[in-house]
């Protein structure tokens, strides 16, 4: 079964551009025009950049024209601070690409996402570690020039519990304190399991909160805050046909040698698997979401990361060796 016909048919979004362009990649069999890929293997992380440049990419790939930067470190879920020191460090790097700082930038941190439920915690985990400095600057201005810039920080919580939209409080926030720049933090679905709590991704394109388990809510992005906003993600859960289809590709992979049921496993039977799968997951209507057990380490170990790195990146005060001492 094709894995663009499993992400149609059963309403999937991939929230990772780089799992969307191997897709789009495998189905042409060749790269597609407005689309550039770069990729950089370091010994703690492996880098994939993606840029679409042109109307003609921004289409095939279903995105804005922009940066997404995906950085793959399987040590995110070992418990090892020095790795994720490294990692932090590297994010840092690639996050201050999508800036063009000056001394007097402001900036406004937002934890998306509903603290009540882990797997969509970890924008609020994440504005819980961030050294948030606006208010100083009204009491001690000379002693912070120089050293840090201004950084306000929310968790605004979701539709359901508050009763509005999240943009709507975001625009709101954004014309009173008129940031220049915007960060957005939200766990995102992945479309492989290897990928949950192992990946981040970096997008200069803003984003659209909901978007990879069905929710679509009204975008953060230039056009409807005013100012540029950058989006960093997650994967903390995969839609269960993903699990599905695995396994039936695995079933068939290992009974290959098997003459009568490799045969069974082609185009022509491929909506029959389809009903056998949209019945399994039919209780749920097909929107059943996938978290691992050990969620919750995984968020706070995440959040720490990307806390460091906006931290880093944000204040030329805070220099590598010292970064970890601003955490709460």
């Known amino acids: 079964m094709e894995k663009a016909n499993l992400y149609k048919n059963m309403n999937i979004y991939l929230d990772l551009a780089v799992e969307a362009h191997d897709l789009l990649r495998g189905q042409v069999e060749s790269e597609v025009s407005g689309i550039k890929r770069q990729t950089e293997t370091l010994p703690e992380a492996t880098v994939t950049t993606i840029t679409i440049t042109n109307a003609q990419g921004e289409k095939e790939l279903g995105r804005p024209q922009?940066?997404?930067?995906?950085?793959?470190?399987?040590?995110?879920?070992?418990n090892n601070y020095e790795a994720h020191k490294k990692i932090a460090k590297i994010l840092a790097k690639h996050l201050g690409k999508l800036f063009d700082f000056r001394e007097d930038t402001s900036l406004l941190i937002v934890g998306l996402g509903n603290?009540?439920?882990?797997?969509?915690?970890?924008?609020?985990?994440?504005?819980?570690?961030?050294?948030?400095?606006?208010?100083?600057?009204?009491?001690?201005?000379?002693?912070?020039?120089?050293q840090m810039r201004k950084v306000s920080a929310i968790s605004p919580g979701v539709l359901g519990l508050t009763g509005i939209e999240t943009a709507e409080i975001i625009r709101g926030l954004v014309e009173h304190v008129k940031p220049d720049y915007v960060i957005a933090i939200d766990a995102l679905a992945a479309g492989a399991l290897e990928r949950i709590g192992t990946t981040i991704q970096l997008a200069d394109t803003?984003?659209?909160?909901?978007?990879?388990?069905?929710?679509?809510?009204?975008?953060?992005?230039?056009?409807?805050?005013?100012?540029?906003?950058i989006a960093i993600g997650v994967p903390t859960v995969v839609n269960a046909a993903v699990i599905a289809h695995k396994t039936i590709e695995e079933l068939f992979g290992q009974i290959e040698t098997e003459p009568g049921l490799a045969n069974f496993y082609n185009a022509?039977?491929?909506?029959?698997?389809?009903?056998?799968?949209?019945?399994?997951?039919?209780?749920?209507?097909n929107n059943l979401m996938v978290t691992p057990k050990e969620i919750d380490d995984l968020i706070e170990q995440t959040a720490k990361i990307i806390a460091n790195s906006i931290n880093m990146s944000v204040h030329p005060g805070i220099s590598a060796s010292n970064f970890e001492t601003y955490l709460h």
């Open 115 to 146: 603290w009540q439920a882990t797997p969509d915690a970890l924008g609020p985990r994440v504005v819980e570690k961030i050294l948030v400095t606006r208010h100083l600057f009204h009491y001690t201005p000379e002693e912070m020039e120089g």
């Open 206 to 229: 803003g984003i659209n909160p909901g978007s990879g388990i069905g929710n679509h809510r009204k975008g953060l992005n230039e056009q409807t805050l005013g100012c540029k906003v």
């Open 66 to 78: 922009g940066n997404y930067i995906t950085i793959d470190a399987p040590a995110i879920k070992d």
């Open 268 to 285: 022509q039977n491929e909506k029959a698997l389809m009903k056998v799968m949209q019945k399994a997951l039919s209780p749920f209507q």
